[in-house]
């Protein structure tokens, strides 16, 4: 049995893409992630009899944990999805995403290098090290420009972002100086099932639920492109499988929408799902925009389209639906790990 080591597994992508590896995949994963405010062991719950599935709360900035993991383990991949991801986070305390964002990067590829290196020659042309990003290193669109490629330049606009494309621009380099197989992904925004609520999807069902504001930046102009969670596990499954070491790939949702257009859908869905008396778009109120708001994202997704057969499945009105529904079916959950999440910051 192969096992793949997944960083950050707890989280809300790190969890999605566990469970559909270990439903889709023969994998052992070994799930490695610091639980921190965004990362819940409540997220694995269904895994916890599974033999498939080994748990480790650690750091990936621990050098000594990760050597001795990747010795114990000897896994055939490294997924690393570990990280930071808040942009308002990153804006009131930026050092939190340097130390995870870069020097944690830093650690696990360095480790991952030597692991690499020791490995018999089939073993190491079989190894792969995926790492994760997020579009917002490509900086900001207009509403007329071209979608992100994956040849756009990189100018990233916030202390997140900044911090995720020097984690990329690190495995690129570990890839071009010592020729580790190192690949990039770059996705839009996601959502689905146990994001947070600190983003803005559960935000809005978890303001509106309890009767307050639903804050929206600015004018609500801002676009995003929406990608389900789902989707983009498949599409990092993928990448891993059938991608060619020392590329990147977009994986984007061709799915634009402004910040308040997602909101009053959002907003319909739940008048229809749970009905109040007043629609719940009234509490749709337009805050103070926040420092550095990026206009718009849009990623084209055409290389891996072409060169590797994927496309998103879900469309946004389905994935939209089972969204939402996950919300009202799982309230105790969400109030699990907001209390966690109190607790730790």
């Not at 634009?256 to 869905?269: G, I, M, P, Q, Y």
């Amino acid at each position: 049995m192969k096992t793949i080591l997944v960083t950050g597994g707890a989280g809300f992508i790190g969890a999605n893409l566990v469970s559909y590896l270990h439903e889709f995949t023969d994998y052992r994963i070994v799930n490695l992630d610091r639980l921190t405010y965004a990362g819940h062991r409540e997220n694995l719950r269904d895994l916890d009899a599974s033999d498939r599935h080994v748990f480790v709360e650690g750091d990936i900035s621990d050098a000594d944990l990760i050597e001795k993991l990747l010795a114990d383990h000897r896994p055939v991949a490294i997924m690393n999805l570990a990280a930071e991801s808040h942009v308002d986070r990153s804006i009131s305390h930026p050092d939190t995403f340097i130390q995870t964002n870069i020097v944690g990067v830093f650690n696990l590829l360095d480790k991952a290098r030597k692991y690499w290196q020791s490995l018999p020659k089939e073993e190491a042309e079989e190894f792969r090290f995926l790492q994760v990003s997020t579009d917002e290193v490509y900086g900001s669109l207009l509403p007329d420009d071209p979608a992100f490629s994956e040849d756009h330049r990189y100018q990233p606009n916030s202390p997140y972002s900044a911090s995720k494309a020097a984690a990329d621009h690190l495995a690129r380099a570990w890839f071009h100086t010592y020729g580790m197989p190192v690949l990039t992904t770059n996705c839009s925004n996601n959502y689905g099932p146990l994001q947070f609520p600190e983003k803005l999807i559960p935000v809005i069902i978890h303001n509106a639920l309890a009767g307050e504001a639903i804050p929206i930046y600015g004018d609500g102009s801002n676009i995003r492109d929406w990608l389900y969670v789902e989707d983009h596990c498949r599409g990092l499954h993928r990448v891993l499988e059938q991608g060619e070491a020392g590329q990147t790939y977009n994986i984007g949702g061709q799915c634009e929408k402004s910040n308040l257009d997602l909101a009053r859908t959002v907003c319909e869905l739940l008048d229809e799902l749970k009905p109040r008396g007043d629609s719940y778009r009234k509490l749709i109120t337009l805050v103070h925009n926040r420092p550095g708001h990026d206009f718009r994202y849009a990623i084209d997704n055409s290389k891996i389209q072409h060169l590797l057969g994927w496309k998103p499945e879900v469309s946004f009105e389905d994935g939209l639906r089972k969204t939402v529904a996950w919300y009202l079916d799982n309230q105790a959950w969400c109030e699990t790990v907001l209390a966690n999440a109190k607790s730790r910051d």
